[in-house]
T-cell receptor, first 113, second 112 residues
Framework: KAGVTQTPRYLIKTRGQQVTLSCSPI?????VSWYQQTPGQGLQFLFE???????NKGNFPGRFSGRQFSNSRSEMNVSTLELGDSALYLC????????????FGSGTRLTVV | DQQVKQNSPSLSVQEGRISILNCDYT??????FLWYKKYPAEGPTFLIS?????DKNEDGRFTVFLNKSAKHLSLHIVPSQPGDSAVYFC???????????FGAGTRLFVKA
């Protein structure tokens, strides 16, 4: 069975631009979570969606937003990009609550120049 | 607000010996704890977990210990193998919280 697919794998954007990242969860998984990974900071929680509803949100500015579609695919958007937004963005899916373990995608490496 | 802390950024161990990775947490509401392993250019993969009603869980070479009174958990890998060289993340969740909090990770080097 296919894993979690994130597109694109790599992205270079300029400060001030906006970006949309995509995540397709494992078939049947209805929960999708997004994390930002930066060196020394570990994985910082962005938000979690279940059946198109955001159930929880991390401590990120409003420039970071997301949504989930009826087929459980999810997108996250970052507007007005800053240099500090350069990071690996990871998507994770789970069948129910992710507390019993996520399956992660390989991530999207975003570089803001 | 670092609710999950991994205070050792890196650890180096000889092949065949025991690797012990440590993790501390501050939120007493956490009731489920997990370890993930991450290789470069890949997403983290789930390794082993433990519920707060237990103090030990074992899976092959991997054992996780939980000390609730100290708010501390550890991952033991015995025997360590070069293929275990990776970044290990400790994570914690609470039922109904809909999110998992991760530590900063510990990079394990297993020398042949």
């Amino acid at each position: 069975k296919a894993g979690v697919t994130q597109t694109p794998r790599y992205l270079i954007k300029t400060r001030g631009q906006q970006v949309t990242l995509s995540c397709s969860p494992i078939s049947g998984h209805r929960s999708v979570s997004w994390y930002q990974q930066t060196p020394g900071q570990g994985l910082q929680f962005l938000f979690e969606y279940f059946s198109e509803t955001q159930r929880n949100k991390g401590n990120f500015p409003g420039r970071f937003s997301g949504r989930q579609f009826s087929n459980s695919r999810s997108e996250m958007n970052v507007s007005t990009l800053e240099l500090g937004d350069s990071a690996l963005y990871l998507c994770a899916s789970s069948a129910g609550q992710g507390i019993y373990g996520y399956t992660f995608g390989s991530g999207t490496r975003l570089t803001v120049v | 607000d670092q609710q999950v802390k991994q205070n050792s950024p890196s650890l180096s161990v000889q092949e065949g010996r025991i690797s012990i990775l440590n993790c501390d947490y501050t939120n007493s509401m956490f009731d489920y704890f997990l370890w993930y392993k991450k290789y470069p250019a890949e997403g983290p993969t789930f390794l082993i977990s433990i519920s707060s009603i237990k103090d030990k869980n074992e899976d092959g070479r991997f054992t996780v210990f939980l000390n609730k009174s100290a708010k501390h958990l550890s991952l033991h890998i015995v025997p360590s193998q070069p293929g275990d060289s990776a970044v290990y993340f400790c994570a914690a969740s609470n039922t109904g919280g809909f999110k998992t909090i991760f530590g900063a990770g510990t990079r394990l080097f297993v020398k042949a």
